[in-house]
């Protein structure tokens, strides 16, 4: 594992945001979904899609708050463009389980 100075963490600005809306990804190569994510005045609403589909459903997901990178470059992800990338770790099975706040916060708070 190679070492990062406190200035290298703070050049990745990941902030939290609270999904208003989620579609399946069909045209993605692996199974995905579509989110579309509020980060608060500052930022706005920014779209990407993950391959969250082992634990996660669109209905599932509005309303939900999710850490996610919002200084990356956009990519073009198949025929949908990604904003952000969304935060998560892979369990067992290897699914995705996504990184939340385990309260409510405000929108476009800043990780620590």
């Known amino acids: 594992m190679s070492e990062i100075s406190f200035d290298d963490f703070l050049k990745v600005?990941?902030?939290v945001g609270t999904v208003l809306r989620a579609e399946p990804y069909p045209e993605a190569r692996?199974?995905?979904?579509?989110?579309?994510?509020?980060?608060g005045a500052e930022?706005?609403?920014k779209k990407t899609s993950a391959q969250i589909t082992a634990h996660y459903t669109p209905e599932g997901?509005?309303?939900?708050?999710?850490?996610?990178?919002?200084n990356f470059p956009p990519r073009q992800i198949?025929?949908?463009?990604?904003?952000?990338?969304?935060?998560?770790?892979?369990?067992?099975?290897?699914?995705?389980?996504?990184v939340r706040p385990d309260q409510n916060v405000p929108n476009g708070g800043r990780l620590h």
């Open 13 to 15: 600005d990941i902030r």
């Open 30 to 39: 692996k199974p995905a979904i579509k989110l579309w994510i509020d980060f």
């Open 43 to 45: 930022i706005g609403e």
């Open 61 to 70: 997901l509005v309303g939900k708050q999710v850490l996610a990178v919002v």
């Open 78 to 98: 198949g025929k949908f463009m990604s904003e952000v990338l969304v935060l998560g770790t892979t369990e067992q099975d290897g699914g995705i389980v996504l």
